[in-house]
């Protein structure tokens, strides 16, 4: 056999085994990509089915609203605040921060929204579930409820519905509490949640990253002191309207909107 075709058979030999090894390591990663993604549907679908079932459930929470200046400055607004529910129709919200004092009280039929610090509120009828209020709230008056996507009765459906990319990122702990921590990407927003290990797989933290706004504006929602079932204390959830508080529309409580209106540009402003 000539030398040199010897030898180009002895290299070729040695491409097929590297390309072999490559193709291999390939299947590897795409398997466990695979399998990744399975499991944050799964430990997701989990936590969904989890929060669908419980009739009634408590907790408290902080929430960090990032915005974009026009001159491009990154500024973040923070407030806190407790949340109960009574499925399928009752929900009491109350939100404290720099810039606002708030209550809301849904009782199945009259949405009540009360701004503490103008002695404004307002009142919208409403009647239906929470999933329904959910959506008036968000598409008629966009002033989604925080964390509006885990308290409707399916949040697997809500927030799968435009994925394009999942991710499990492993193990996280959030304030004690080790969870899961999932990455998903659609085509506006890149989102993230850390869920609760265990027995009650609860959201301790959401973010929803914006792609399409200059800055990449965040929101996030971190959330603790869960509670479900007979743990809730008891609410009536009705709202006593103090004296000589003014009736106003939607539109004309300021407290009622999350961007206060020193941080919303003028009309005409550039």
Known sequence: MPRSFSKATRTLQKWAAVLTLVVAAGVANMSAGRADEADAKRLLKAMSDYLGAQKAMSFDYDVNLELVSTQQ?????????????????????????????????????????????????????????????????????HRPVPGADMLISDPYKELMSEVTDVKDLGAGVIRGVECDHLAF???????????????????????????????????????WGWKTGAEVASDSFKLEIPAGAKKLTPDEVPELNDIPALFTAAKGAK
Not at 73 to 79: F, G, P
Not at 95 to 123: I, P, W
Not at 203 to 218: A, D, L
Request: proline content about 5%; hydrophobic content about 35%; some cysteine.
């Open 73 to 141: 400055q990154k500024i973040a607004l923070v407030s806190s605040g407790t949340l109960s529910l009574n499925r399928p129709d009752k929900l009491h919200l109350t939100r404290t921060g720099g810039f606002a004092n708030v209550e809301m009280v849904f009782d199945g039929k009259t949405l009540t929204l009360l701004g503490k610090n103008s002695n404004l509120y307002t009142q919208i009828e409403a009647p239906g579930t929470i999933d329904q209020l959910e959506d008036v709230l968000r598409n008629k008056y």
């Open 185 to 223: 990407r659609t085509k506006d927003v890149d989102w993230q949640i850390w869920i609760a290990q265990g027995a009650r797989p609860y959201p301790c933290r959401y973010v929803i990253t914006s792609k399409k706004v200059t800055g990449w504006p965040q929101y996030t929602l971190d959330t």
